[in-house]
């Protein structure tokens, strides 16, 4: 049974820091490249950051750059968002995805709201 799961969310104010996880099972996580989606009230679903299954290339959109930074560990089956200087326009819902050969695997999301 596949199973992905984001965790981590959270209330912050405007410059914290927050890390999300997610955790999958039921899937062969290393072979699987990750990304992490964001969408924002009223708003399209977009990414955020992608990396690939051995960890070696990792892409962010322009509005995270240098301060979203993703990373795996493939030997806990977690893919991770360290979000630093936040800002409320990056209020919105977090989903993990597992992507691999036209399949792909979608978490719940978790929730990340900036405001003071």
């Keep these: 049974q596949v199973q992905v799961v984001e965790s981590g969310g959270g209330l912050v104010q ?14 062969t996580f290393s072979t699987y490249v990750m990304s992490w989606y964001r969408q924002a009230p009223g708003k399209e679903r977009e990414l ?4 690939t299954s051995s960890g070696g290339i990792r892409n962010y959109a322009e509005s995270v750059k240098g301060r979203f930074t993703i990373y795996r560990d493939n030997a806990k089956n977690t893919v991770y968002l360290q979000m630093n ?14 992507a691999r050969n036209g399949v792909s695997y ?11």
């Design 106 to 116: 979608w978490g719940q999301g978790t929730q990340v709201t900036v405001s003071s």
């Design 85 to 98: 200087s936040l800002k409320p326009e990056d209020t919105a819902v977090y989903y993990c995805k597992a």
């Design 48 to 51: 955020a950051a992608v990396i």
């Design 14 to 27: 405007p410059g914290g820091s927050l890390r999300l996880s997610c955790v999958v099972s039921g899937f």
